[in-house]
């Protein structure tokens, strides 16, 4: 049976958002702002700047913190919800910090869960198909427990997840803490950084500047890949939903990295060709939640096709230096 989750819960309320800079926490904070939210933004700018909050100054239902939440949560007001974005995501992000990434996912969590338990506010997790590793069970569903390598240089992001939602859990277990775990796939649309380092943000660049795309392996692994504005109202539902989870949140729509560098030169309108690199490290060969339980707990499932996605993305990159 599907629910139905009421967004208007969320008007009037005060949300943290943490990792609000970033490119899934700014969009996020821009919907809940929408929703007639305040919205308390907090970041470091470890993986990000100002940028993609920029439009917000001057705003009066938002206010911007910043902090490394490592060392704590430098807010001593109420909030209602707490939405938990903050980490590393891309590759040679977590790679190049990898114990920031892992204490960030580890006592930033910690912080972050006792700032909710004090205010009895629910607090929402982003959580990652990465738990997942290199999955034996497609496509994945959240009773799956994953295949992830503990000591391989991937595992600073995966393990950093996995334990934010082991702690999380926990507290919801030994607390009663009020809490939802959300699983992101692969999300992809404006406010990406061109040095990302994702396959979408790496095959714009090349394409638009009329070079090979850069494909790691043979191509054939595979991603599903969600557009931001279905993403963010997965998470808005989320928070205003009951729903403990882990939930699963993407779109089912399932393509090799050889069909999306295809389909990036069909929409540039370049076709300079491919170019092959090794592979990762413990790269997942593919990827594709099963969201079932996103549409029977939340009522929500994707509604931007790829092709649409990926033509708004390209219009964000072309005024991107």
Not at 36 to 64: C, I, P, R, W, Y
Not at 169 to 184: C, P, T, V, Y
Request: hydrophobic share 40%; net charge negative; charged share 20%.
């Amino acid at each position: 049976m599907t629910e139905t989750v009421d967004l208007n819960r969320l008007e009037g309320t005060t949300v943290l958002v943490l990792g609000a800079a970033g490119f899934i926490g700014s969009h996020l904070t821009d919907r809940l702002l929408q929703l007639g939210a305040k919205v308390v933004g907090m970041d470091n700018f470890a993986t990000s700047d100002g940028s993609n909050l920029a439009h917000l100054d001057g705003q009066n239902d938002f206010e911007f913190v910043e902090a490394d939440i490592i060392e704590g949560i430098p807010y001593s007001d109420d909030a209602d919800f707490v939405a938990h974005l903050a980490s590393p995501a891309s590759p040679p992000d977590y790679l190049s910090e990898p114990l920031f990434t892992l204490r960030t996912g580890s006592a930033g969590t910690d912080n972050a869960l006792e700032f909710a338990l004090a205010r009895s506010a629910r607090f929402l997790l982003a959580s990652t198909s990465e738990v997942y590793g290199d999955p034996e069970v497609h496509p994945q569903t959240e009773s799956y427990w994953g295949r992830v390598n503990p000591i391989g240089p991937r595992s600073v992001y995966d393990e950093a997840k996995r334990y934010a939602e082991a702690i999380t859990m926990e507290f919801h277990r030994s607390h009663n803490l009020d809490i939802g775990i959300a699983r992101i796939f692969n999300t992809y649309g404006p406010r990406m950084r061109v040095a990302d380092g994702r396959a979408i943000p790496n095959f714009f660049a090349a394409a638009m500047a009329d070079k090979p795309l850069p494909v790691y392996g043979d191509g054939s692994q595979t991603r599903s890949l969600c557009f931001v504005s279905d993403m963010v109202e997965g998470l808005g539902l989320m928070l205003a939903s009951n729903a403990t989870g882990p939930v699963n949140l993407g779109n089912t729509h399932e393509v090799t990295m050889l069909e999306l560098a295809t389909s990036v030169q069909d929409v540039v309108g370049n076709f300079p060709g491919r170019e092959h690199r090794d592979l990762p490290i413990d790269d997942p060969t593919r990827r594709r939640p099963d969201t079932t339980l996103a549409l029977e707990a939340l009522g929500w499932e994707p509604t931007v096709s790829l092709a649409d996605g990926l033509s708004m993305t390209k219009e964000w990159f072309e005024v991107t230096p």
